[in-house]
């Protein structure tokens, strides 16, 4: 394979790894001007992929055929590569995320791309670390740190400052204001709203249409507008 193309293994075998294919194919177009693409709007993925195919650990997959690309097994597959290889989570849990990248990263030749859709607005002095996975119709603003493997979903808005730590899943719709610190392994809901400089604490969980108003501690859960925790 050409040095400018890199093979890259989904793990998971649901929806959410569905949309992951279609992602990288969109990257891949882009890459070679296909459907009026533009590749000079990659948001760092540098890489031309080729999807070799589906990881997952349910035996009864094996062998099906998802959008065009089939279930080869699980995740013991990758031990067998021997060039340089690539891995995308299809993975919307995070705590799930976060164990399977603790097992998979001793690997030898593994990689985590980024791998960030063509039609994402990204502007000036923004950081990305390994293994993040944003879709399409994003926006994210300026001096923005987006650390290992988070997931924003679509047509999310990141505004100026703000800091997303390893292993966050960020819904669809979410509105995030500037200064706002989103804790490791935090969840945002659907259409969730966060008001300016708040704190969203490690693990914890921010329900659907919720507007946050105030920060989350940790491992909390909260709901509404505004948003409240959820009685114990």
């Not at 000079?40 to 035996?59: E, I, P, Y």
């Not at 505004?159 to 899943?169: A, L, P, S």
Request: with cysteine; glycine share 14%.
């Amino acid at each position: 394979m050409a040095p400018d193309h890199l093979d890259v293994y989904i793990i998971g075998a649901g929806g959410f790894a569905r949309e992951v294919l279609e992602l990288i194919r969109d990257i891949n177009k882009a890459r070679s001007g296909c459907d009026g693409g533009n590749p000079t709007r990659l948001g760092g993925a540098d890489d031309h992929f080729n999807v070799v195919g589906f990881l997952d650990k349910d035996s009864e997959n094996w062998g099906r055929s998802l959008n065009g690309v089939k279930i080869l097994g699980d995740e013991s597959l990758l031990m067998e590569c021997e060039n340089k290889f690539g891995v995308a989570l299809g993975i919307g849990n995070p705590r799930v995320k976060r164990t399977i990248v603790e097992r998979l990263q001793t690997i030898e030749n593994i990689c985590f791309p980024n791998f960030i859709h063509p039609s994402v607005i990204v502007g000036s002095n923004n950081t990305f670390g390994v293994g993040n996975v944003i879709t399409a119709g994003n926006i994210i603003t300026c001096n923005v740190e987006v650390k290992n493997h988070a997931m924003i979903n679509l047509a999310c808005t990141v505004g100026h400052d703000c800091v997303i730590d390893n292993y966050v899943v960020i819904s669809p719709g979410v509105n995030i204001s500037g200064y706002c610190q989103i804790g490791e392994g935090a969840y945002l809901g659907t259409g969730s709203s966060l008001l300016e400089n708040r704190k969203i604490g490690d693990w914890a969980i921010v329900g659907g249409s919720a507007l946050v108003n105030k920060d989350v501690p940790r491992g909390v859960t909260v709901v509404g507008v505004p948003a409240k925790p959820l009685p114990v």
